[in-house]
């Protein structure tokens, strides 16, 4: 459908909740889903549903100024639901909540995804995309860059193991490095390699086993989606911040 042309028909499909989502101080939970609900002329909104949904149940009669972060973006999407819309766009919902609060949107989120509804959601938590995407998005400089599941981008992108040994033996930075591999000291001053496949951790222990050094713990991680966008940007926001500086 045409945007330019159908909008009519296509603001009652959608719902949106924007990044700066405010509300009135001095009405309640209910009273505010109440009234978007008329205001778009939504005669058949189940206000109970939105609010369980949205898990607001035992804040329904408290004030908007009295609510935390979270409960203000929970309520905003349940607003944004008063339609019952097919399509949802939700914009940073989480930007500037603690974990918890965080965690707890989240669950709302999923809620809708139970629901049949299609979230398009916008956030800069890669962790969030992670956890919550079925399709992630990559854009950078404008463009999408890159598009797929969280799983497909990785294993696209970032097809490999990181290595993290803590409170190692001086000489094991040699033992690594004349193996092949590429050791890194962290700003922790523990050992961080890179490695292709799985039987390379094995191998590594091994060398340091038969050399007799020793590592107090040792850590073995996937990359995560946050490692494929900082690989997919990092150049491009490099060269932006180039430029910035030279103008």
Not at 50 to 59: C, P, Q, R, T
Not at 158 to 163: G, K, Q, S, V
Request: hydrophobic content about 40%; overall charge positive; proline content about 3%.
């Amino acid at each position: 459908m045409d945007v330019t042309k159908k909008k009519r028909k296509i603001v009652r499909r959608i719902g949106v909740l924007p990044q700066g989502f405010s509300s009135f101080d001095r009405i309640t939970v209910r009273e505010t889903i109440q009234y978007y609900s008329r205001l778009f002329c939504c005669r058949n909104t189940d206000i109970d549903g939105l609010i369980e949904l949205a898990n607001l149940k035992d804040k329904s009669k408290e004030q908007f100024k009295n609510l935390s972060g979270g409960l203000k973006q929970r309520l905003g999407i349940a607003i944004a639901l008063v339609n019952n819309p097919e399509v949802v766009f939700l914009d940073e919902p989480t930007t500037g909540l603690d974990p918890r609060a965080r965690r707890e949107v989240w669950d709302v989120l999923l809620g809708l995804k139970k629901k049949g509804k299609t979230v398009f959601l916008t956030t800069h938590y890669m962790e969030e995309a992670e956890f919550l995407a079925d399709t992630v998005a990559i854009i950078s400089r404008g463009s999408i860059v890159a598009m797929g599941s969280p799983v497909e981008l990785i294993e696209r992108n970032a097809n490999y193991l990181a290595l993290t040994l803590q409170s190692v033996d001086e000489k094991v930075f040699e033992i690594i490095q004349k193996m092949g591999f590429k050791p890194a000291h962290t700003n922790h001053n523990n050992i961080k390699v890179r490695v292709e496949h799985p039987d390379d951790v094995q191998k590594i222990l091994n060398a340091i086993k038969d050399a007799g050094a020793s590592f107090l713990s040792m850590d073995v991680r996937k990359p995560n989606l946050e490692e494929v966008f900082l690989k997919l940007t990092g150049v491009a926001l490099r060269e932006d911040i180039a430029r910035e500086v030279a103008q």
